[in-house]
């Protein structure tokens, strides 16, 4: 398959979340710098009038929003829908969180109930991973949270997790603060 060299370029700069300089897309593509800022006056014609931008920036280049859309994208991804977890997947992710890296039947220890379908959730959403084997009959695999569960609970490192209290008798509610928001942070 041969594509051309704007192409290149262009999947090059959407996979960067960095600027990528000229000597760099040159020394990579194994071209010369002048090759490399023809194609790129190409692709800066191509993306006139787009809702994305080939821009000029510390030194590099980066595919950015055009600024004349940043309010409209702004309105549209403002609207994400939270992420909604069962009480079950919750549950699981808590003793995850507090208890890792943690084998499945540790969770089921913990929580009294397969924890299969939950730990399925969490893995899809990206919450979760396998963080190894645990060195034990079997081999079973180690469960941790991941950055996107740091990111979803706002929190910097695992010691901002708030402090685990004993379990109440009889109806009860947790004192505010100490649920774990799964927004961002963010309260409805």
Not at 76 to 99: N, Q
Not at 156 to 178: C, M, Y
């Amino acid at each position: 398959m041969n594509i051309d060299l704007p192409a290149l370029i262009e999947a090059v700069l959407f996979a960067s979340d960095e600027p990528v300089p000229l000597s760099t897309l040159a020394e990579g593509l194994d071209l010369g710098e002048l090759e490399v800022s023809s194609a790129i006056a190409v692709l800066e014609k191509q993306y006139k009038g787009r809702g994305i931008v080939l821009q000029r920036v510390a030194n590099g280049f980066m595919l950015r929003t055009r600024p004349q859309c940043w309010a409209a994208v702004e309105r549209v991804l403002s609207k994400k829908v939270p992420v909604a977890l069962s009480k079950g997947a919750l549950e699981t992710l808590a003793v995850i969180a507090y208890r890792q890296p943690v084998t499945r039947q540790d969770i089921e220890a913990a929580r009294g109930v397969n924890p299969e379908s939950s730990i399925d959730t969490l893995l899809e959403k990206g919450l979760i991973r396998e963080a190894g084997r645990k060195k034990s009959l079997g081999r079973p695999k180690l469960y941790a949270t991941t950055d996107e569960f740091m990111k979803k609970a706002s929190l910097n490192s695992l010691a901002d997790l708030p402090p685990l209290t004993p379990p109440h008798r009889g109806p009860s509610k947790a004192p505010r603060g100490q649920e774990l928001p799964m927004d961002g942070g963010r309260q409805s």
